[in-house]
């Protein structure tokens, strides 16, 4: 681990520019993917500035119906809120089915969203690997494949993003709230996070020393019934081979709307946009329901070690909507 | 041999060090205090085979902090028949990850930086790590025998002949995959030169290998190395043989006497630096006649050994001993790779092995329509089938039968996919277990016996967190035919006499047989020469572990039987196991509390040897590349479902005194076979490489990548 400054910021502007002045500073949330990639020598800040005690660390109702969730706030509190139980059962469940109680008591709503992915090239410094070091090549595509993405690669990166959270935001149409070197502004969540493209390095759209202050839920009364349903490798502390995040809003047999996203098959939570489409004013049936995921995942680029992801992508899609909507097959 | 009348054995009692370790007072290796010590951190290699062109240490020796930069060109010589701890003696690389240099520091943080800065330039050769690419090669070979009583190469009558005209035949391919043992405590240790002599305190199964391997290594009289191991936090086969940690401690060690130099690996360095168990390729072919009954069986294995020290898994040593066929053969090769040197695991053969043959026997009871307990009693042998013995006691039957009735089989459907739960699909499964009872010779032990009546006993034993420190003091105490709490037992330590290393669930039978021999003579020499009173200066006796007169009359084994309720998603493929059942029969239970953890746990490694575990291995780097507890996946708590354990009462004379045979290997045996086959009953897939993960079960097709 190499020595580093440690700073603790009175204020949000003065946290943003403490790091405006350090290129190669970090804020520090919860700390619990960062250290790790500080141990690993993976992530080499030579300042960290903690910003736990800067913003919100609860959950508050605002006006309209919808939801604010300071950037701060612990992912255990978020997941345990009445109000996040109640409206938007999905991110409960998500947050549950990811880490443990104590990564949970630790991690922060903001950090969780900016967690780096966990492909295992990425997170050792003697594999080349275009993430942490551009250009180096990407040793992930003719190595150990089954975690990695399905849609959205690109030739410089196959890498998922780690967070269940994530994939229930983008499903429920979340924005995030940032203050930056260039003042406030608000980030769709299905914006925050980028597709690889040639530039691997950069997870998400946040400029440098740019802060994310609280993340804000618009009202969805149908996600009341919702469910995220989390695939992996063993039935607890293990992450996505697959995650649906899904709420379906269905009148007479007739879909009225409805949001899905999906985890573990991308560089960033997957809204499924075109799923959504075809579903919406169709019959809520398994044939419809099944129609809709193959044409999200039509355009997939499967390895020959993650192609068992296509069908279970598919499958588990299909099931959580059925499951949703009462149906059987 | 005179049985021991059990008093304190037999009792569940805790573990005397529970109350220490929960709350956090017992010392481990690495948290022995030490004054002023120093850190050391290694440098690894980064190509599988080659040879070192250059090291450039000028950045790391730079920083404030660092006291030396060990490399091949200014390490101390070291003379040591073992590969494994031949490191820093020449520019060659063995394996990526081998240790090629080493930062020694003044604190931990700075080692680990300065490591980083060891610049090392490498001319790589073209490396082999893939044991399945090496199959078809003529580089495969007999390995020497590991364990000498039994046999890599067996073979009885014609079993190729006898298959081609069996009527009913099984011949299939199995897998099994590269598994680390993964201690909650990784390999420490605490490494001091002072006064001409070494004192380590380290994590290990055996004090007196590393004492041996240190000695011979540093060309040191053993008792100017000192080995202290009072507490072990997991090993599972990973401690006994000395590693590459211990010397490279030792060698920092010698260049900043008086300094005690503490080394704990990472989680990461523990995958290429401690052994693992070797992936295997199996094949099984069975043949019987119509009615089940077993012709022929063949069972043959091909592993991986490293090209610096051999070691060959007896993946097929329970065949031989399992069923009655008249015609048998057991072969078993070995591919040298660019790997690391494998080692034992818990149960190593057995839990690989078993797998296959318990998997086969399972394909036979469907191919003959006979339900699989009933074909395993229909082929239990009257004698050892190899070896011609009678078995000094064997309950394979009992434990089957007894299994079935707890478990409710005569219930059971035999047809697959009977049975569903919603989206789940049902199944059950059952296979057989055996672990030999082993002996290792060169156990001694003390007895000192004080006129306050108190019992001290020696022996440099070791407690990997298995509860032996109560169950040998159990032992001792109905030897000594005093109360548990008139003993004081000592283990551990060089500095008390030697005992041989806690392996192959031999640590009971070894050390306490020597216990008992010395606690006889004692009594005896209280009694002739002092009348039965100890004498005002006390008494002392010392005693080897005598010979087993029984050794060439019997054949030992314990035996086991398996059970497992599985269910698969029908679509997703998920596998969960809510419920577990094992009967064992393992002679006497010395101390039915901690037995019972040891055959749970065996139990849960079998669960996760079955669904999880696998060391992914990187061909084109050589390095596994899954090499932490996030992506190394083991059965969490959300994967363990209900496990019942039970055992059969069993009187066997003629194992050892105490008539113990030993219980910490065989919870894990047959496991995976079991729920492989209630993955099986319950989805009609046979999944025959292991472990059995979703996409080996989800239904459909999928688009070729």
Known sequence: ?329 | MTPVTPRAMGQALDRFDGAEKVRGLARYAFEQPAARPVYLFPVQSTVAAGRITGIDCSQASAQPGVLAVLTYQNAPRVATDSGDLRILQSDEVAFRGQFVGAVIAETSEIARHAAGLVRVDYEARPHTVDLRGEVHREALRVPNEVLPIFPMHTAEGDVDAALDSAAVRVDQAYSTSWNNHNALEPHTTVACWADDRFTLHLSTQGVNRIQAAIAAAFRLEPDRVRVISPHVGGAFGSKVYPWADVVLAAMAARLVPDRPVKFALTRQQTFSQTGYRPPTIQRVRLGAGSDGRLVAIDHDSIEQSSKVREFAEQSTRATPGMYAAPNRRTRQRVADLDVPTPTIMRAPGEASGMFALESAMDELAIACGLDPIELRIRNEPDVHPLFGLPFSSRNLVACLREGARRFGWAQRDPTPRARREGNWLVGTGVAAASYPVLRLPGSKATIRVGPDGRYVVLIAAADIGTGTRTALAQVAADTLQVDVEQVDLRIGDTAYPPATEEGGSSGITSWGSAICAAADQLRQRLAAEHGGTVPAHGLEVTADMPENPYLKQYAMHSFGAQFAEVRVHEETGEVRVPRQLGVFACGRIVNPKTARSQLLGGMTWGLSMALHEQSVLDLRFGHVVNHDLAQYHISSNADVGAIEVHLIEEEDPYVNPMGTKGVGEIGIVGVAAAIANGVYHATGVRVRDLPITLDKLLPGDWPIA
């Open chain 1, 1 to 329: 681990m190499r020595t580093f400054r440690y700073e603790r910021a009175g204020t949000v502007s003065g946290a943003v520019a403490l790091l405006a002045e350090a290129p190669h500073g970090a804020f520090l949330g919860g700390g619990t993917n960062l250290v790790d990639l500080m141990k690993l020598d993976v992530a080499r800040p030579d300042l960290l500035v903690d910003v736990r005690r800067l913003t919100s660390d609860r959950v508050e109702e605002l006006p309209e119906g919808g939801v604010r969730i300071g950037a701060a706030t612990p992912n255990s509190d978020l997941a345990a809120d009445p109000l996040i139980r109640r409206r938007y059962p999905m991110l409960s469940q998500a947050l549950l089915s990811g880490a443990s109680g104590q990564l949970r008591n630790l991690a922060t709503t903001a950090g969780n969203l900016l967690q780096r992915t966990r492909c295992p090239y990425f997170q050792n410094v003697t594999t080349p690997c275009n993430k942490r070091e551009p250009g180096t090549g990407c040793s992930a595509i003719q190595g150990h494949q089954r975690d990695l993405a399905i849609l959205g690669t690109s030739p410089e990166c196959v890498a998922t993003h780690p967070s269940d959270l994530a994939v229930a935001l983008a499903a429920l149409d979340a924005v995030v709230r940032t203050v930056g070197p260039d003042g406030e502004r608000v980030i769709p969540m299905t914006e925050l996070h980028r597709l690889p493209g040639p530039e691997p390095q950069r997870d998400t759209v946040l400029q440098h020393g740019e802060l994310i202050t609280a993340i804000d839920l618009p009202p969805l009364p149908f996600a009341a019934r919702s469910h995220f349903r989390k695939v992996r490798d063993r039935a607890s502390y293990a992450f996505a081979l697959v995650a649906v995040a899904a709420a379906i809003d269905v009148a007479d047999g007739v879909v009225r709307d409805v949001r899905v996203a999906l985890g573990g098959v991308a560089h960033k939570p997957w809204r499924a946009a075109k799923a959504e489409e075809l579903l919406r004013g169709g019959p809520a049936d398994a044939e419809r329901f099944r129609q809709a995921a193959e044409a999200e995942l039509a355009d997939v680029r499967p390895l020959p070690g993650n192609a068992f992801k296509v069908p279970l992508a598919r499958n588990t899609m299909v099931r959580t909507l059925l499951d949703l909507t009462g149906g059987l097959r």
